[in-house]
């Protein structure tokens, strides 16, 4: 089932401003491989049109950690929908830094929202 944080507020200036967010995926099970799909997205501008900006699809091996990381630093505001497949042992979390790397914000799988479908990404 997909899954969403939904659109995340990046202050434009200041101490709040995101630089980057990680994307950590770990693959709890002790014998299945499991399949993602992250889509990364920004919003900017006066209409905040969404604007994909990631795609990344991978397979996880039993007890794997992949962490994916993507810009953040001119999105007004910032998307990740997350799509996993026979996956019941997966933990997704997403941690969203500054330029220096400290930590500002986090958004648990237990917060994530879920969706119908991921968003089409038209090329």
């Given at each position: 089932m997909p899954y969403t944080t939904g659109a995340?507020?990046?202050?434009?200036?200041?101490?709040?401003?995101?630089?980057?967010?990680?994307?950590?995926?770990?693959?709890?099970?002790?014998?299945?491989?499991?399949?993602?799909?992250?889509?990364i997205f920004h919003f900017r501008g006066a209409s905040f049109t969404r604007v994909a900006v990631g795609e990344t699809l991978f397979q996880l091996n039993p007890q794997q950690l992949v962490v994916q990381t993507y810009s953040v630093a001119l999105a007004d505001y910032y998307e990740v929908q997350i799509n996993f497949y026979s996956a019941v042992d997966t933990i997704i979390n997403i941690f969203a830094l500054d330029a220096g790397g400290n930590i500002l914000d986090r958004i648990l799988q237990s917060e994530l929202t879920n969706i119908d479908r991921l968003s089409i990404i038209s090329t």
């Open positions: 995340v507020y990046n202050p434009p200036t200041g101490s709040t401003h995101l630089d980057r967010i990680q994307i950590s995926c770990l693959n709890d099970s002790i014998i299945s491989p499991i399949n993602l799909t992250l889509q």
